[in-house]
C-alpha cells in the first residue's frame, strides 16, 4: 500500500452542513461524508491537510469567525480520535505520525478572503496551525484575482504582494489552486520557496480555467513547487465540464479512473515526476469521479499508474514525498515564526490598509 497526503479535503465544512460539526460517529463509516475513519484507513491516508473554506455568503469579519470555527472542527476532530489523528505543523511531525501509524492532520485555509484584509489575520491561522493559504477562492478578492471570476487587478495588487511575502517569511505555503494564472506567475516571480496547487488538474487536458495552464506547469516543477491532481469531474473532463456549462438535459457524461491518471501523467510530463500530488477534493465536491467514490478509493489510482510503468519510488513520490518536501521547505521560516524569532517591523504588516484621505 502506498501512503497518500491529500492535499485538500473539506471535511470540516461538510461537517458544518451536515453534523453540526460533530466529531463523533466517524469511526464508523458515514454514507452522507465521502470521509471517515475506517475509509481514511483502507485508502492509505497517512496525512490530510484539512481544508477551512467558507461560503463567500460570509462576509468580512463572518469569514474569520467561520474560519476560526473550522479550525477548532479540526482540532476537536484529532482530539477526538487521538489513536487515529495527530496535529502536523511540520514535515518532522507528519514522518513522526506515520511511524506512530497515526494520520497527520494539517489545515489549510482555502481563501485569500478570510483574512478579512489583514496580516494580523494571516499570521493568528498560522500560529493555530494553518501551513498553507489559497490566494483566492472563486471569487476575486480585493487584492487578487481568481480564475473563475473577473480580473479586476491584472493578478496581484501591492497588498497581494504583501500577503505573498509574509506567507513566505512566516513559512505558510501559497497555494495557486484557484488563482488566475497571472497570479500564478506573479507569485511565483516573488517567492524563492516551493508553491502548492492543492487541487487542480492540467489545463491542457481539460479548459476549465480552474486548471494549470502548461506554462505554468513547467514554472512549477522548475521552482520545486507540486501539483496536485483533483477527482473533480469537471475539472478532469473536457466532455463533462462543457456538459455543466451548457444544456444539461442529457445524462452527465461519466468521469473515469484512467482520466485522472492521465492529469497525473500529464503534470509529470510538463512539472516533472517530483512535482505531482494529489488533492482529491473530497467532501468538497457534488458528484464524485467512477472508481474514485471516497478515501478509501486512493490505491487504485495507483494501480492504474503501475500499470503504466510507474515506479515504486515514483509513486510513493505522488503519494507523498512530493507534497512532504515543499512542507519541509518552509519549515524553518515557520518554526522560527512560531518560536517568536521573526517580528514583523514595518507597519503595513500589522493592519489592513485603510483609506485615510476622507
Not at 485538500?8 to 466529531?23: G, I, M, P
Not at 514522518?95 to 497527520?104: F, H, N, T, W
Not at 504582494?161 to 495557486?176: A, C, F, S, T, Y
Request: proline residues 5%; charged residues 25%; aromatic residues 8%.
Amino acid at each position: 500500500m502506498y501512503p497518500v497526503i491529500d492535499g485538500h479535503n473539506d471535511l470540516a465544512w461538510k461537517s458544518r452542513v451536515e453534523r453540526q460539526y460533530r466529531t463523533e460517529g466517524l469511526d464508523g463509516e458515514v454514507p452522507v461524508l465521502h470521509t471517515d475513519i475506517p475509509r481514511l484507513r483502507a485508502g492509505g491516508v497517512a496525512g490530510q491537510f484539512w481544508s477551512v473554506w467558507i461560503d463567500p455568503v460570509l462576509e468580512g469579519a463572518q469569514q474569520v469567525t467561520a474560519t476560526l470555527e473550522q479550525i477548532d472542527f479540526v482540532h476537536r476532530l484529532i482530539a477526538s480520535y487521538p489513536e487515529h489523528f495527530q496535529l502536523a505543523l511540520t514535515a518532522d511531525d507528519v514522518r513522526a505520525s506515520m511511524k506512530a501509524g497515526v494520520i497527520a492532520s494539517l489545515i489549510g485555509v482555502e481563501g485569500g478572503a478570510q483574512i478579512d484584509g489583514s496580516l494580523a489575520v494571516l499570521r493568528q491561522y498560522a500560529r493555530l496551525g494553518a501551513r498553507y493559504m489559497t490566494l483566492t477562492w472563486s471569487k476575486t478578492t480585493e487584492w487578487a484575482d481568481s480564475a473563475t471570476d473577473e480580473a479586476r487587478h491584472g493578478g496581484l495588487t501591492d497588498f497581494g504582494r504583501e500577503v505573498v511575502k509574509e506567507m513566505e517569511r512566516i513559512g505558510m505555503i501559497p497555494d495557486l489552486a484557484h488563482v488566475a494564472p497571472s497570479v500564478m506567475c506573479q507569485t511565483l516571480d516573488l517567492v524563492d520557496t516551493p508553491v502548492l496547487v492543492t487541487h487542480s488538474g492540467a489545463r491542457a487536458l481539460c479548459e476549465h480555467p480552474r486548471n494549470v495552464p502548461d506554462d505554468v506547469l513547467a514554472r512549477i516543477g522548475d521552482a520545486g513547487g507540486t501539483v496536485m491532481v483533483p477527482f473533480v469531474p469537471k475539472f478532469i473532463s473536457q466532455e463533462r465540464y462543457e456538459w455543466e456549462e451548457g444544456d444539461q438535459s442529457t445524462p452527465a457524461p461519466a468521469v473515469t479512473l484512467k482520466q485522472v491518471a492521465d492529469h497525473v501523467d500529464h503534470v509529470r510530463e510538463l512539472a516533472g515526476v517530483d512535482s505531482v500530488g494529489i488533492g482529491a477534493d473530497f467532501d468538497g465536491i457534488d458528484a464524485t469521479i467512477s472508481g474514485l467514490d471516497h478515501v478509501g478509493t486512493y490505491q487504485d489510482l495507483f494501480a492504474e499508474l503501475e500499470s503504466r510503468g510507474w515506479t515504486r519510488q515514483e509513486l510513493e513520490g505522488l503519494g507523498y514525498k512530493n507534497v512532504l518536501r515543499v512542507l519541509e521547505a518552509h519549515d524553518p521560516a515557520y518554526r522560527a515564526f512560531v518560536r517568536g524569532e521573526t517580528v514583523p517591523t514595518e507597519p503595513h504588516q500589522f493592519a489592513p490598509r485603510v483609506d485615510t484621505e476622507s
